[in-house]
């Protein structure tokens, strides 16, 4: 049996990423979030005024949740564990569904260009990835390349490629939605929001690699999903402009 975990200090290796990824998204998340509030309001000025208290605490609080999220998500990427045993391979991880794929079973071990590994197995949700990180790599690389040729992926999926974006184009469909009252517009982009937030949920909720916090939280996806719905509805129908007259 071997066992394979993350390397002293691996995490700080991405954590740096992980910053440059989350800070934009959550301060323009942030600011469309107050633009949206302010310009749907009917006492615009009282709004302004209240802005400099708002922006502060808005700043904080977003903070204060990047400081939490990204410790849960150290904690999370060090208790990762690979066991390889004679015809088994396991991945353990904090509060997050143990995986284990037969060798018989696995379809197919990639590597790709930032050095982390993808071991296939039965299903679409059957999948174990190993971070570059791990510990004894070299080790790991050639106890898997003997239950399988590893397959060399030097290209990436455009849809992988541009992954980090779909949290920008969450936030801008969602901009238009709630300020823009041309129906067209408003149709176009509620739809692919709400499809967007539809595919991100069911994803998310069956996704093995994800812990059980995060598929707890997306819950409220679903709320904000019915706002989006109840928001389009109302614009779409003239219920909005019956309401501001």
Not at 29 to 40: D, E, L, W
Not at 73 to 81: A, I, K, N
Not at 95 to 122: C, M, Q, R, W
Not at 152 to 177: E, P, R
Request: charged share 15%; net charge positive; aromatic share 8%.
């Amino acid at each position: 049996m071997q066992v394979f975990k993350i390397r002293q200090d691996g995490f700080k290796e991405i954590r740096k990423k992980m910053l440059l990824r989350s800070i934009p998204i959550l301060l323009i998340a942030g600011t469309v979030g107050i633009t949206i509030s302010t310009m749907n309001s009917k006492q615009k000025e009282n709004d302004v005024n209240v802005l400099p208290i708002v922006i502060p605490m808005a700043v904080l609080a977003l903070g204060f949740g990047l400081y939490r999220g990204v410790n849960r998500q150290r904690l999370l990427f060090e208790s990762y564990t690979l066991t390889i045993t004679n015809n088994l391979i396991t991945r353990e991880q904090l509060n997050t569904p143990t995986i284990s794929i037969y060798f018989n079973d696995v379809k197919e071990i990639a590597k790709h260009k930032n050095g982390s590994f993808i071991i296939k197995g039965k299903g679409t949700v059957n999948l174990i990835g190993i971070p570059a990180q791990i510990d004894d790599y070299f080790k790991l690389e050639t106890a898997l390349q003997q239950i399988q040729p590893i397959v060399i992926k030097d290209n990436v999926s455009l849809l992988k490629k541009y992954q980090s974006f779909t949290g920008l184009v969450t936030v801008g469909l969602m901009l238009c939605v709630y300020t823009v009252n041309n129906n067209i517009i408003v149709g176009l982009t509620g739809s692919a929001l709400v499809a967007l937030m539809i595919s991100s949920f069911v994803k998310i909720r069956s996704n093995k690699n994800v812990d059980s916090k995060t598929k707890r939280s997306v819950w409220w996806v679903l709320l904000v999903l019915v706002s989006v719905i109840v928001v389009m509805i109302f614009k779409l129908t003239g219920l909005v402009n019956m309401q501001n007259h």
